[in-house]
T-cell receptor, first 108, second 115 residues
Framework: GQNIDQPTEMTATEGAIVQINCTYQTSGFNGLFWYQQHAGEAPTFLSYNVLDGLEEKGRFSSFLSRSKGYSYLLLKELQMKDSASYLCAVINNNDMRFGAGTRLTVKP | ETGVTQTPRHLVMGMTNKKSLKCEQHLGHNAMYWYKQSAKKPLELMFVYNFKEQTENNSVPSRFSPECPNSSHLFLHLHTLQPEDSALYLC??????????????FGPGTRLTVL
């Protein structure tokens, strides 16, 4: 089977750092994407990982460990506009499987 | 604006109707996708097209019929749908197919309600 698991909801404070985890068990693996989706809007691309390690893009970083089937998205200096759902997605050849998403609420 | 447009934005149809969803991308991409997003469920990939050829069909019922006449346009023809097919249908495009790990750009979606 194919499983991609993320926490359902998280809450954090403006200016803080939050880590959103994603674990996966899939029959194959090419890479992993992170997308952001605000309520009522389409997903937008944040980051992707193919090899183990950390990829940094401004306030957002994503980490991958292929041996552990594990990734996380790190958001620094949180802003109110970061309140959204964060989706991880695993690529296996030309199939793309999404987790259910983590709804992040940023509070003042 | 992501460069991917979808029409209509909202659609209400009966179970015996036939309707079509349209997607157009202005990004010069080679791959296009249909996704289904239902409440409380993960985003589901339905179909993948690369250079107009279908490369992925994730066990989608035949009442959903995709059509890709060229690399810029993608249609989803709907026929004899069920109420559980009510969802947000998202179109996306990317420079190359998923295994190339190029980011996907999503359209705003069509909110479909089946009565």
């Amino acid at each position: 089977g194919q499983n991609i698991d993320q926490p359902t909801e998280m809450t954090a404070t403006e200016g803080a750092i939050v880590q959103i985890n994603c674990t996966y068990q899939t029959s194959g693996f090419n890479g992993l994407f992170w997308y952001q989706q605000h309520a009522g809007e389409a997903p937008t691309f944040l980051s992707y990982n193919v090899l183990d390690g950390l990829e940094e893009k401004g306030r957002f970083s994503s980490f991958l460990s292929r041996s552990k089937g594990y990734s996380y998205l790190l958001l620094k200096e949180l802003q109110m506009k970061d309140s959204a759902s964060y989706l991880c997605a695993v690529i296996n050849n030309n199939d793309m499987r999404f987790g259910a998403g983590t709804r992040l609420t940023v509070k003042p | 604006e992501t460069g991917v447009t979808q029409t209509p934005r909202h659609l209400v149809m009966g179970m015996t109707n036939k309707k079509s969803l349209k997607c157009e991308q202005h990004l010069g991409h080679n791959a296009m996708y249909w996704y289904k997003q239902s409440a409380k469920k993960p985003l589901e990939l339905m179909f993948v097209y690369n250079f107009k050829e279908q490369t992925e069909n994730n066990s989608v019922p035949s009442r959903f019929s995709p059509e890709c006449p060229n690399s810029s346009h993608l249609f989803l023809h709907l026929h004899t749908l069920q109420p559980e097919d009510s969802a947000l249908y998202l179109c996306a495009s990317s420079q190359d197919e998923p295994s190339a790990m190029t980011e996907q750009f999503f359209g705003p979606g069509t909110r479909l309600t089946v009565l």
